[in-house]
């Protein structure tokens, strides 16, 4: 079983593509969480794509600095930050190491047999996700391609379901000019947990 688990995991490869790429090809896949011996797995089924220094959106259109330095680091390395003082944001690095590109994990449906009501407390959102997992900012840098604690695997909890995209503009940019405007957010159409529509 461990070895077909390893089998599923993505490896560096898949992250070290195109931001706008790996945003569009995380949706379906697999978020685990080890938590000792409980496992929480959810389908990821919206991300946020930050493209480089450039895009005005981005923690790294202000340059390296100590908060965004994990954006420069190896591609499927965790970047971590909290926002409002109270939500962790989960990205995960892409790209060729020191140009500075991420996805951030915006919603989840868990795997788990709670109501639909509950089930949005938990993954519908990029903040409930993480609180759900029990992320926070210890896992900043984490390398998801070799960690025992968090992984994305390739298995989809939905068996034999055609995934269709939708691109939508960003949340909470309105500050970046023209690049508020980039529809970089995707999401599977006609799912209950995207966090908005």
């Not at 389908?43 to 340059?63: C, M, N, R």
């Not at 998801?144 to 994305?152: G, R």
Request: hydrophobic share 35%; proline share 3%; charged share 30%.
């Amino acid at each position: 079983m461990r070895a077909l688990r390893e089998k599923m995991r993505l490896k560096r490869g898949f992250f070290n593509q195109p931001t706008l790429k790996v945003a569009k090809q995380l949706l379906g896949k697999s978020l685990v969480r080890q938590l000792g011996k409980k496992r929480l797995v959810g389908q990821i089924i919206e991300t946020e794509a930050y493209v480089g220094p450039d895009d005005k959106a981005s923690h790294a259109s202000f340059g390296k600095t100590t908060r965004c330095e994990p954006m420069y680091g190896k591609a499927g390395i965790a970047y971590v930050y909290l926002i409002y003082g109270m939500y962790w944001m989960l990205n995960v690095v892409t790209e060729k190491e020191g140009r500075p590109c991420a996805v951030l994990i915006r919603a989840l449906e868990s795997g788990n047999t709670e109501t639909l009501k509950e089930l949005r407390k938990l993954g519908s959102g990029p903040g409930k996700l993480t609180r759900w997992m029990g992320v926070d900012g210890s896992f900043n840098g984490e390398d998801l391609v070799t960690s025992k604690k968090l992984w994305v695997e390739s298995q989809c909890l939905q068996k034999n379901s055609a995934i269709k995209i939708v691109a939508a503009k960003r949340i909470g940019v309105e500050y970046a000019g023209v690049w508020r405007d980039k529809k970089w957010r995707f999401y599977i159409r006609d799912n209950p947990f995207v966090s908005r529509k």
